[in-house]
């Protein structure tokens, strides 16, 4: 196992390694473990999609239970002309379906504008529970992609993450992704999608290319001889671990040739911070800080200023404060920070950036949706995305963009890796799906969607994967709107303190919302500011204007941090926007006590 020098803490990659190699290791996690790919797996049957498509021509009308137009398909025709007439539109009820919905026709050649006043004229009536466009639906297209067969992570649905169904929404565009990592080894399938970075190793020795930074992020190779790290360390071949990483997040995809990358449709930012035997948390610390547009000493102002951050590298010890200080900059300059939890099958919190606070920190699941067996585990983990296993069976890791050469580079080529290092890019990817989708979302908003719009583990976690198993189609969709309701961005907010008693009854306070049209959103935003000793006493709703009662947060003796300064992702498209909202707080334990200082709901 590679161990930095004493009394100088370096950061490597954070990828698996055989289970022979898991010894006690205190300073880093370890490198990563490669394997020749064998055969595909198989392409699922051809699965349909809705997809939004041109403007809508047909709407599916769910009225409430107690209406009319529920149960008398008289009453739901009269309603549709009656809408049809103040949109100074024709529509026609055409049949009700099997779910008691009705289809009501628009007509043809109606434009977006058209279409949009028409939902705006059944969304403001309160007997309707929700109206969505009857979307033509399709076999969902596979890239057409060479080796997209064996990206079982991306649409297996076992333990997959059900990325296609997210790319008729989003594919990326308009996001740059950071990769703070080995920096970048050329690749036909991955070089158009990569922008300018740079190399931040400033020990001449780690860096291996003969100088310190510069503004080329190009991987030289990280081998190293045997003892070179560390008294009975082997040797090592180059990993080309950083481009690995960005195929998975940004391959170019429908070339005819290689792999698909989650958020096709971004761009790559390679940022080098580990050489030979690791990197310093020194050039680490500055790299965030230059990725997410902050000022770096002797550096160039950055032209391509990252949305999203992705580390998958690790070491011992918990998160310090000049790492945390750094991600904390840089999440307050609007950038998502995603981490890879560790490979040291131990808990998460014993190992950085992955305890580091307003981070994204990843675990990884294999193809069964089991914890996979060297992923860090625990309270810090937030989620849980495919990283693989090679231990019998190579196509059950991440396949992704590589290089043959064992030294320096030599011919490209793409091989399967696991490691939660492999886990975190899912995230990442994702992440950059949803800005592209949404380009207002904050990071802690983000952050919330994917642990909401997540599933259950298929498979088991002992210790603890965070909220499940990340989706990407069902995240996407939530965050743009595309599962119905309103995505406005109006901000309701209560900024009256209220006391939280000990132990005792809860307390609610409430937001009076008016002035909306139709169902709140399918990602309505809970934004909740509590000051409190001990909040894993905490159980925090949101109350709809119905009484219908949403779980924010529940009691957990394991979460021993204080205070609450969160945003929470609610899908709420089943409710009526305007009316009185409530958050509910109760402490459930004794001795801890606190406030509500302020709450909001942005919709």
Request: charged share 15%.
């Amino acid at each position: 196992m590679r161990t930095s020098a004493p009394l100088r803490r370096k950061l490597i990659p954070v990828a698996a390694v055989s289970a022979a190699l898991f010894t006690a290791a205190t300073t880093v996690a370890v490198a990563q473990d490669s394997t020749t790919p064998e055969a595909a797996a198989s392409v699922p049957a051809a699965q349909t999609e809705a997809a939004p498509g041109t403007p809508a021509e047909r709407l599916i009308v769910g009225y409430k239970s107690g209406a009319a137009e529920a149960k008398s398909n008289k009453a739901a025709e009269a309603d549709a002309a009656a809408k049809g007439k103040e949109a100074g539109e024709d529509l026609d009820f055409q049949r009700r379906l099997g779910s008691g919905a009705a289809l009501v026709d628009l007509g043809e050649n109606l434009t977006k504008r058209d279409v949009a006043d028409v939902v705006a004229e059944y969304r403001a009536d309160p007997q309707v529970a929700y109206v969505v466009p009857d979307r033509l639906n399709k076999p969902l297209a596979t890239p057409n992609d060479t080796e997209y067969s064996k990206q079982w992570d991306l649409f297996e649905t076992t333990a997959g993450m059900n990325v296609p169904g997210a790319w008729d929404v989003a594919t990326g565009t308009g996001v740059t992704v950071a990769v703070i990592d080995t920096g970048y080894v050329s690749h036909s399938d991955l070089g158009a999608n990569i922008v300018a970075g740079y190399d931040f190793i400033s020990d001449t020795a780690v860096a291996g290319d003969g100088n310190g930074r510069d503004s080329n992020p190009a991987d030289p190779g990280d081998f190293t001889a045997a003892n070179q790290c560390q008294a009975g360390d082997p040797a090592y071949p180059s990993s080309w671990h950083g481009t690995h990483v960005a195929g998975t997040i940004a391959a170019v995809t429908n070339n005819s040739k290689g792999v698909a990358g989650i958020a096709h449709g971004a761009k790559v930012s390679p940022l080098r911070v580990l050489g030979k035997c690791g990197g310093y948390d020194s050039d680490i610390i500055d790299a965030i800080t230059w990725a997410s547009g902050g000022t770096v000493s002797g550096v160039p102002a950055n032209t391509n200023v990252a949305k999203v951050i992705n580390m998958s590298l690790g070491g011992g010890g918990a998160c310090s404060t000049a790492t945390q200080n750094a991600i904390n900059a840089a999440v307050n300059r609007g950038t998502t920070v995603v981490v890879a939890a560790g490979n040291d099958n131990s808990n998460a919190a014993n190992y950085s950036p992955a305890s580091c606070n307003n981070v994204i920190s990843v675990a990884a699941a294999d193809r069964q949706g089991n914890r996979s067996y060297y992923s860090n585990y625990g309270t810090v983990v937030d989620i849980a995305a495919p990283g693989g296993e090679t231990n019998s069976v190579t196509a059950n890791g991440i396949l992704s963009t590589l290089n043959s050469g064992a030294q320096g580079p030599s011919t490209e080529n793409y091989e399967y890796y696991q490691g939660t290092s492999m886990a975190a890019p899912h995230i990442a990817g994702l992440a950059a799906l949803m800005k592209s989708a949404n380009s207002s979302l904050t990071p802690a908003q983000i952050e919330s969607a994917i642990k909401t719009n997540s599933r259950a583990l298929p498979g088991t976690c002992s210790g603890g994967c965070g909220a499940g198993l990340a989706d990407a189609a069902k995240t996407v969709q939530a965050v743009s709107g595309s599962g119905g309701g309103s995505t406005g961005g109006t901000t309701f907010t209560n900024s009256t303190a209220v006391s939280i008693p000990d132990n005792g009854s809860a307390i609610e306070s409430s937001i009076a919302v008016s002035g909306r049209s139709g169902n709140a959103p399918s990602a309505l935003q809970v934004g909740v500011d509590i000051t409190h000793t001990y909040r894993g006493d905490l159980v925090i709703d949101l109350i709809a204007p119905d009484g219908t009662s949403y779980r924010l947060k529940a009691a957990s003796s394991s979460d021993s941090a204080d205070n609450v300064n969160t945003t929470y992702t609610v899908n709420a498209s089943s409710e009526a926007a305007n009316g009185t909202w409530k958050l509910r707080v109760q402490d459930t334990a004794a001795q801890d006590t606190g406030r509500l200082n302020s709450w909001k709901l942005t919709f």
